[in-house]
């Protein structure tokens, strides 16, 4: 089996209540049976911090890219990086998640 890159976005107070949010719709839509190559295959995510001047999309490609990140790995954790406050949804804060699935 293979592996998927994924990038995903949500809104929510906390990272672990967007994480949560996110893993449910996934597998919502593409099914709990594994190898689906979203989100949906990750237990724990890890926090990543972009370099200065650096955008949150940006930072999350690097670190997907680089065979030596943590992130790259299938089996491991998602990427989570904190993309500041929503201003859609004041007092919640926009997160990105991104890695590596099995597929």
């Known amino acids: 089996m293979g592996a998927d890159q994924f990038y995903a976005k949500q809104s929510a107070k906390t990272a672990e209540a967007a994480f949560e949010a996110l893993v449910e719709e996934a597998r919502y839509e593409y099914g709990n049976g594994g190898y689906t190559g979203t989100i949906a295959e990750k237990s724990e995510f890890c926090m990543a911090e972009p370099r200065s001047g650096e955008t949150p999309r940006a930072c999350a490609e690097r670190c997907v890219e680089d065979e030596s990140h943590w992130s790259g790995d299938k089996w ?28």
Do not use: E, V, W
Request: glycine content about 18%; overall charge positive.
């Open 76 to 103: 491991g954790p998602a990427g989570c990086i904190d993309a500041g406050p929503d201003p859609k949804r004041p007092g919640n804060r926009i997160f990105l998640f991104f890695g590596m699935a099995s597929s």
